[in-house]
């Protein structure tokens, strides 16, 4: 039965909520405007999960000031637990154009459009668990369960994740021992490793924030986490603004170059070869020679 602070085990901070909002909001629309500006559509994932940040904060906002209300209660939730993965989405995909870009597959332990295509479904199916979880949770009827399914849709995104993070670091590894990496071009403002590093850092930061999130519903409704506001804005609010933010210094447009488009692996006669896709509609697109 709901107290005096409705469903939340703690009197939750209005000021908190509109500061969050507010700078998550801000990070968003400038994230939109370098999404349209460089016409990096794979950023879209990220972008969207930095609106979906903000609406979450915007949602808390409501919900603090009728704590007993269960609909905005569902949207502060789900819209707060579920952008990390569409975080994660997009930087997987950075990875495998990176590794396109360099022209350094061998180095990568999984192909590059494998790396976007298994890593993203996990990531998509990790979405949707923790989805379903977070709205069985609001529910006591089905509190239990869906805490449960909450847990193992986030054991799923922290099991993709640690993978992905090896497989990086790895690459990173091989490619600072390569001859390969004197001869790459730099076409932006920034040389490809800085943005391999920034991937990594974010791919760290998601890690941590899950561990907590996994320690926070494992501790129960009564958890202490889950009973103290503050937690979530240190290990939840404040690392992902830190990863929105990091993605504004060093944004894989300017690494890859404007006009230099975005790059794909396609099974040609059973060879892989990189086919380069040109941002102008209007191009032809043509295998380059093996």
């Known amino acids: 039965m709901a107290g005096d602070n409705g469903i939340y085990p703690y009197t939750p901070s209005k000021p908190a909520c509109l500061i969050a909002a507010g700078l998550f909001g801000l990070s968003a629309v400038y994230h939109l405007f370098l999404l349209i500006r460089s016409r990096a559509w794979f950023y879209t994932s990220f972008v969207v999960g930095a609106l979906m940040m903000t609406a979450g904060y915007i949602f808390r906002f409501i919900s603090a000031g009728s704590p007993a209300d269960l609909g905005p ?82 054991f799923v995104q922290l099991l993709f994740l640690g993978f992905f993070l090896c497989i990086s670091l790895v690459f990173w590894k091989r490619m600072s021992k390569s001859p390969k990496q004197y001869a790459i071009p730099q076409y932006g403002k920034h040389a490809w490793d800085k943005l391999l590093k920034m991937v990594l850092g974010a791919a760290v930061i998601i890690i941590l924030r899950c561990i907590f999130r996994v320690i926070e519903f494992a501790q129960g409704h009564n958890g202490y986490l889950v009973s103290h506001e503050i937690y979530m804005y240190i290990f939840d609010a404040a690392p992902m603004l830190g990863v929105q933010i990091m993605m504004h210094f060093v944004y894989a447009a300017e690494v890859f170059g404007r006009g230099q488009g975005t790059y794909f692996v396609s099974r040609i006669r059973g060879h892989h070869r990189a086919i380069k896709l040109l941002s102008s509609p209007s191009t032809t697109v043509s295998p380059q020679s093996p």
């Open 73 to 154: 209660y569902i949207g502060q939730s789900l819209f707060i637990i579920l952008p990390p993965s569409l975080y994660a989405a997009t930087i997987y995909m950075i990875y495998g154009r990176l590794v396109l870009f360099v022209n350094a597959t061998e180095a990568s332990i999984i192909r590059p459009t494998l790396v976007t295509k298994v890593f993203v479904c996990g990531d998509v199916v990790s979405f949707f668990m923790q989805a379903g979880g977070g709205g069985m949770m609001a529910q006591s009827s089905m509190a239990d369960m869906g805490q449960k399914i909450m847990l193992l849709g986030l």
